[in-house]
């Protein structure tokens, strides 16, 4: 059955993906139409994602944050279905690096880093950073349960030059790079909530206590790496600019989930500037209850 369907779907995401953005994005405009006014796709969820996260806005506010938050979300679609052929060339100049001169600085240093991002923006397409960096570029991801497809999502995602293993391989994947002295960049995700018997941390994140990840801090400082913090903006439909900035060099100077909190912070602040672009689709708030008193 996951062979069918990936022989069913795969050509479909491929000829979709060859399409100019001026295409795609008409087919976006059409899939919000149908997600959001027919299917009502987690519509609650994201209501309710929301208004935890903004008790002080009124319902009017919360429907119209997320009214733009679904038309960013198709657009989302469409962009991941594009990299599977997008040049590298365009690619760069849709997805921009402002200060890119910080991982030259890293790269003196010799240090490996700890790379931390967020689900906002588009987070996908970082698959071009190699293009600034002469440092081992490695995705830490979740695979996929059709085999056939992490398959290709890998291979198209690594085209640039990266790298990509799974979360179960992250330990294993550092300990090799260090044995053959090759410097490294790991990109993490840390936003997300954990699953309760591996949490370690909660925090305070979109005006709730929650779990929180820390794998990307307890990493740094087992291996004494850089801590680089990305933030994505969104310039204009598919164009994107991405903020690079070092949050520590020493992360063993640090308390324990100080560097986590702060990478919250900051991920908090951006949401809260622009909440539409942030992925909201999940039950976020579904272990609020259950933090340590």
């Not at 796709?41 to 935890?52: A, G, P, S, T």
């Not at 400082?221 to 164009?239: G, I």
């Not at 949401?271 to 933090?291: G, L, M, S, V």
């Amino acid at each position: 059955m996951k062979r069918l369907k990936f022989i069913i779907i795969y050509p479909i995401i491929w000829v979709f993906s060859r399409l100019p953005f001026f295409i795609l994005h008409r087919i976006s405009d059409f899939a919000y139409f149908i997600i959001y006014y027919i299917f009502n796709y987690r519509k609650e969820v994201v209501f309710e994602n929301l208004k935890h996260t903004f008790p002080e806005k009124s319902n009017k506010e919360i429907k119209l944050i997320r009214k733009k938050f679904f038309q960013h979300f198709t657009d989302i679609f469409i962009e991941s279905i594009k990299s599977f052929t997008i040049s590298e060339k365009e690619l760069n100049k849709r997805y921009v690096y402002k200060n890119p001169d910080v991982l030259k600085t890293i790269e003196k240093s010799g240090k490996s880093v700890i790379l931390m991002g967020s689900h906002y923006a588009n987070w996908e397409w970082i698959i071009n950073l190699c293009s600034n960096t002469n440092l081992k570029c490695v995705g830490v991801y979740k695979r996929l349960s059709n085999p056939l497809f992490d398959k290709i999502v890998k291979k198209n995602r690594a085209r640039f030059g990266g790298h990509f293993i799974t979360t179960n391989d992250t330990i294993k994947s550092i300990i090799r790079d260090k044995q053959n002295r090759t410097p490294a960049l790991y990109g993490l995700l840390s936003d997300q909530s954990p699953m309760l018997h591996k949490t370690h941390h909660w925090s305070t994140f979109l005006n709730n206590k929650l779990p929180i990840h820390t794998g990307a801090e307890m990493l740094a400082k087992k291996h004494d790496f850089t801590v680089l913090h990305m933030s994505v903006n969104k310039t204009k439909r598919s164009h994107y600019t991405v903020d690079l900035d070092i949050l520590t060099e020493n992360p063993r100077e640090f308390a324990d989930y100080e560097i986590t909190d702060e990478f919250i912070k900051r991920t908090e602040k951006q949401i809260r500037e622009q909440p539409e672009f942030y992925f909201w689709t999940h039950k976020r708030f579904k272990h609020k209850d259950k933090a340590p008193q």
